[in-house]
């Protein structure tokens, strides 16, 4: 089975924090994505990448940024966070092209 | 600019019930739609992928099909059980290789 593991479930930040939003997945997927879904707003992609350093924009990119060193690993960046960007955070990967994507559980965040 | 829309927002069936949830999208040049399933405060579960090719594809108690000329996919799901109560959200995938444009799902509530 394919696994997106999240390195956390709830996290509570304070303005202003740098924060570190962590996912790895274990089937050597190309491609790897954030999300943010908010009521009523549904999801939102926020960057992707197709492979290793490789980066694009989603929608709302704004006030993040993101990193993927390694295969298996993509990281958000939140640079200074805030309120508005309390949220759940979904983290997903599948293969190259145009195949079935796989989320992690989700990361509940607030910011204070 | 594909938009995607699940129509109901909620519904509330009695166990037993064959049901189906909709989903239409604005751009026919899709790659791909797939279905998933969303727990509270959980993160998203694959169900079913339909690549544009393909006209439906089935997963026990469920079956999805896709008309990319309409613009619509259907999700059936046949004897229902409380334990399918959940968010069922439909994304389809365009030429951005992987990236996909969720509707607002619909929230499925099954009583005994």
């Known amino acids: 089975d394919v696994k997106v593991t999240q390195s956390s479930r709830y996290l509570v930040k304070r303005t202003g924090e740098k924060v570190f939003l962590e996912c790895v997945q274990d089937?050597?997927?190309?491609?790897m994505f954030w999300y943010r879904q908010d009521p009523g707003l549904g999801l939102r992609l926020i960057y992707f990448?197709?492979?290793?350093?490789?980066?694009e924009k989603g929608d709302i990119p704004e006030g993040y940024s993101v990193s993927r060193e390694k295969k298996e690993r993509f990281s958000l960046i939140l640079e200074s966070a805030s309120t508005n960007q309390t949220s759940m955070y979904l983290c997903?990967?599948?293969?190259?092209?145009?195949?079935?994507?796989?989320f992690g559980q989700g990361t509940r965040l607030t910011v204070v | 600019k594909q938009e995607v829309t699940q129509i109901p927002a909620a519904l509330s069936v009695p166990e037993g019930e064959n049901l189906v949830l909709n989903c239409s999208f604005t751009?026919?040049?899709?790659?791909?739609l797939q279905w998933f399933r969303q727990d509270p405060g959980k993160g998203l579960t694959s169900l079913l992928l339909?690549?544009?090719?393909?006209r439906e594809q089935t997963s026990g108690r469920l079956n999805a099909s896709l008309d990319k000329s309409s613009g619509r996919s259907t999700l059936y799901i046949a004897a229902s059980q409380p334990g399918d109560s959940a968010t069922y959200l439909c994304?389809?995938?365009?030429?951005?290789?992987?990236?996909?444009?969720f509707g607002q799902g619909t929230e499925l509530s099954v009583k005994p």
């Open positions: 990448s197709y492979d290793v350093k490789m980066k």
């Open positions: 751009d026919s040049a899709i790659y791909n």
């Open positions: 339909i690549q544009s090719s393909q």
């Open positions: 089937m050597d997927h190309e491609n």
């Open positions: 997903a990967s599948s293969r190259a092209g145009y195949t079935e994507a796989f």
């Open positions: 994304a389809v995938g365009g030429n951005q290789g992987g990236k996909l444009i």
